[in-house]
C-alpha cells in the first residue's frame, strides 16, 4: 500500500493527530530559535492589551489591587509569590507602560489558555471533564512561553546594560555626567531614553547628580546599581584616586558573560536534545497511530486513551517548565 492508498483510508480524525504534532513541534521550534517570531507575538500581546486596557481598564485596575493587597498582607504565602513571578514578567517584558496588570496578565493568559482548549477539545473531542485538565496544561504552556520570553527580554536588557556601563568606565576621569553625553549615541536605543532622562533631570529640573543617578539606577534595576553606587561616590570625593573604584566593575561584567554564555550553551544542548527526543518519540507516535486501528480508536474514542493523550502533553509542558526554571535559575 502506498502513502496516497494509506491517506485515503485514514479518518479526519486521526490526521489531526499528526498534524497536532507536527505543528506543536513547529511551533516550539520557531519559538525558541526566532527572535522575530518572539517578536511578533509581543506585538500581538501589546495590541490586546492595549484594546483591554482602554475598555476595561478601570475594573482591572480595581481588581488587580485588591490582588495585590491579598498578596502583600503575607509576604511569605504562595499567593505573594505567585504574584511576584507575575510582576517580575510584567518588568521584564516592559508592560508596565502599557498599562499592564498582573491581574489582567493573568486573565490574558486564561483566555489564551480556553482558545487553545477549546480548539483541542472539537478537534478530540474532549468532554468538560478533559477540558479542565486540558485548560491546566494549556495555561501552563502559555505561561512557559511568556515565561521564556520574559528571560530573553530580561538577559538582552542586562547585557544591554553592562555595555552602557562598560563604554562609561572607559571614560570616567572627565566625570559621569560628561561621559554619558559623550556616548550617548553608543548607548543601545532600548535604554538610551533612561539616560536621556538622567540628562534632563540635571540641566533641565536642576536635580542633584546624586538624585538623578538614583532614579536612572531605579529605571535599569539592580545590574547598573554598583555602578550607579560608586558613581556617587565619585562625584561626591572628586578625587582622582577613586578613578580606579570602577575597575572591578568591568572585572564582575566579563566573569558574568562568560558564565552567561556556559549557561546559555548547557541550556540550548538540554533544549536541542529534548526537542530531539520529542520528535522521535512523537513521530513514532503519530506513525502507530495512524498504521493501527486498535491504537487509533482506543485514542480517538476512549476516554482513557483521551486522558493519555492530555498526560503528554502535560509532560512535555512539564519538562519545558522545569527548562525554563533552570534558565531563570541562571539570572540569580
Not at 40 to 53: D, T
Not at 72 to 99: A, C
Not at 165 to 191: C, F, Q
Not at 297 to 326: A, E, P, R, S
Request: proline share 2%; glycine share 6%.
Amino acid at each position: 500500500m502506498d502513502l496516497k492508498d494509506l491517506l485515503g483510508n485514514i479518518p479526519g480524525s486521526y490526521v489531526s493527530i499528526g498534524l497536532l504534532f507536527i505543528l506543536g513541534i513547529l511551533f516550539f521550534v520557531f519559538i525558541y530559535f526566532n527572535r522575530q517570531i518572539l517578536k511578533l507575538i509581543g506585538n500581538i500581546r501589546l495590541g490586546i492589551n492595549k484594546f483591554v486596557s482602554k475598555h476595561f481598564g478601570s475594573t482591572f485596575r480595581s481588581a488587580d489591587k485588591k490582588f495585590r493587597r491579598t498578596a502583600f498582607l503575607r509576604t511569605e504565602s504562595l499567593w505573594y509569590k505567585i504574584y511576584r513571578v507575575f510582576d517580575n514578567m510584567i518588568t521584564n517584558l516592559n508592560l508596565q507602560k502599557n498599562g499592564v496588570t498582573v491581574f489582567g496578565l493573568i486573565l490574558f493568559m486564561c483566555v489564551l489558555a480556553f482558545i487553545i482548549t477549546l480548539i483541542i477539545s472539537i478537534l478530540f473531542n474532549f468532554g468538560i471533564f478533559l477540558g479542565f485538565f486540558m485548560f491546566i496544561t494549556a495555561f501552563v504552556a502559555v505561561f512557559v512561553v511568556f515565561m521564556f520570553n520574559s528571560l530573553s527580554h530580561k538577559e538582552k536588557f542586562e547585557n544591554e546594560i553592562m555595555d552602557a556601563v562598560d563604554l562609561l568606565v572607559s571614560d570616567v576621569k572627565g566625570g559621569i555626567h560628561n561621559a554619558i553625553t559623550r556616548y550617548m549615541e553608543s548607548i543601545h536605543p532600548d535604554i538610551r531614553p533612561y539616560f536621556l532622562e538622567f540628562i534632563d533631570n540635571t540641566k533641565t529640573k536642576g536635580l542633584s547628580f546624586k538624585s538623578a543617578m538614583l532614579i536612572l539606577n531605579d529605571r535599569l534595576g539592580p545590574t547598573f546599581s554598583d555602578f550607579a553606587h560608586k558613581a556617587i561616590m565619585y562625584e561626591e570625593k572628586a578625587d582622582a584616586e577613586f578613578d580606579d573604584i570602577f575597575s572591578a566593575i568591568l572585572e564582575v561584567n566579563r566573569h558574568k558573560r562568560i558564565l552567561r554564555a556556559k549557561n546559555n550553551f548547557a541550556f540550548q544542548q538540554l533544549m536541542i536534545t529534548f526537542i530531539i527526543s520529542f520528535a522521535m518519540v512523537a513521530g513514532f507516535a503519530v506513525y502507530i497511530t495512524l498504521t493501527e486501528p486498535f491504537v487509533s480508536d482506543f485514542l480517538i474514542n476512549n476516554i482513557v486513551g483521551k486522558f493519555l493523550l492530555i498526560l503528554d502533553f502535560i509532560i512535555f509542558i512539564v519538562v519545558l517548565g522545569i527548562l525554563t526554571y533552570l534558565k531563570a535559575k541562571s539570572f540569580e
